[in-house]
């Protein structure tokens, strides 16, 4: 069973950043972040294929970017230019697991 701790998030001001991280257990790697704001359905963020590349949710992109360390066997979610849309708990996924969301709040 994959493990999943995410670390980072908080609250920002408009235009401002975060960085999210999220550590899986030996041996699996982190395949997508997801967002779930309130009274909305669990929308994907981004997604990582095996070769590094990352597909990303049309409101994020030239925004948020997903980054990878191997050797560590974690996953970043670089996050520029936020939104108070952009409000919402994150969660990293692995093999039908989650992680145990962070929260993200945007707000002047």
């Known amino acids: 069973q994959v493990q999943l701790v995410q670390s980072g998030g908080g609250l920002v001001q408009p235009g401002g950043s975060l960085r999210l991280s999220c550590v899986a257990s030996e041996g699996n790697r982190v395949q997508a972040w997801y967002r779930e704001a309130p009274g909305k359905q669990r929308e994907m963020v981004a997604l990582?294929?095996?070769?590094?590349?990352?597909v990303y949710g049309r409101s994020m992109r030239g925004r948020f970017t997903a980054s990878e360390d191997r050797a560590t066997n974690t996953v970043y979610l670089q996050m520029n230019d936020l939104r108070p849309e952009d409000t919402a708990v994150y969660y990293c996924?692995?093999?039908?697991?989650w992680g145990q969301g962070t929260q993200v709040t945007v707000s002047s």
């Open positions: 990582l294929s095996s070769q590094g590349d990352a």
């Open positions: 996924h692995s093999n039908g697991e």
